[in-house]
């Protein structure tokens, strides 16, 4: 089984700063994929980037962008340039590559702030 | 595109009733689609996976009886609170995915609340 792990329940960071949230996981699997959503008040379910664990290069999404360290099993997302509209619930999930859609394990998420 | 919506937003419905919801693929066909619960200030817990035409898989603890899930077509699944009580309140969200992809999409969620 597979577990996702968000030690930091609440962040906050002013506008234009730069943040890091962090996430781990566990797993036995060598193909899997990674991701950050975003849950705003309105709480639709945002896909904010995406990490396939084969590929080496971290993924990056304008202001967005991942640190991936597959040995460690550590996958932290970077918001640079933080917005007010960056407020939100932000969940790591992972799900096994079995080429068609399977189910998200999500961590237990870290709220963020921003403030002016 | 890949957009999925859900029907009711919200319900209200009263101690020992049913309640349906809704969760549509709008513009694609869903081989699969996942039913997620949703406590205030908490994760998403899968409740449970339909593909079109078969039965639902349920996880653990998840009581197959009191939530019915029906995915009778590839734009249509349904969740059914049957004999719902206080501690079914929740916000349930549905995500869907195609065949050939690991891409799921998430509707915008249904509030229940119990009384």
């Known amino acids: 089984a597979q577990t996702v792990t968000q030690s930091q329940p609440e962040m906050s960071v002013q506008e234009a700063e730069t943040v890091t949230l962090s996430c781990t996981y566990d797993?036995?699997?060598?193909?899997?994929?990674l991701f950050w959503y975003k849950q705003p008040p309105s709480r639709q379910m945002i896909l904010v980037i995406r990490?396939?664990?084969?590929?080496?290069q971290n993924a990056t999404e304008n202001r967005f962008s991942v640190n991936f360290q597959k040995a460690a099993k550590s996958f932290s997302l970077k918001i640079s340039d933080s917005q007010l509209g960056d407020t939100a619930m932000y969940f790591c999930?992972?799900?096994?590559?079995?080429?068609?859609?399977?189910?998200?394990?999500f961590g237990t998420g870290t709220r963020l702030q921003v403030t002016l | 595109g890949a957009v999925v919506s859900q029907h009711p937003s919200w319900v209200i419905c009263k101690s020992g009733t049913s309640v349906k919801i809704e969760c549509r693929s709008l513009?694609?066909?869903?081989?699969?689609m996942f039913w997620y619960r949703q406590f205030p200030k908490q994760s998403l817990m899968l409740m449970a996976t339909?593909?079109?035409?078969?039965?639902?898989?349920?996880e653990q603890g998840v009581e197959k009886d009191k939530f019915l899930i029906n995915h009778a077509s590839l734009t249509l699944s349904t969740l059914t609170v049957t004999s719902a009580h206080p501690e079914d309140s929740s916000f349930y969200i549905c995500?869907?995915?195609?065949?050939?992809?690991?891409?799921?999409?998430f509707g915008p969620g249904t509030r229940l609340t119990v009384t």
């Open positions: 990490q396939e664990a084969y590929k080496q």
């Open positions: 999930a992972f799900i096994r590559n079995t080429g068609t859609a399977s189910k998200l394990t």
């Open positions: 339909s593909n079109e035409g078969s039965k639902a898989t349920y």
């Open positions: 995500s869907a995915g195609t065949g050939g992809t690991y891409e799921q999409y």
């Open positions: 797993t036995s699997e060598s193909n899997y994929y």
């Open positions: 513009d694609f066909q869903a081989t699969t």
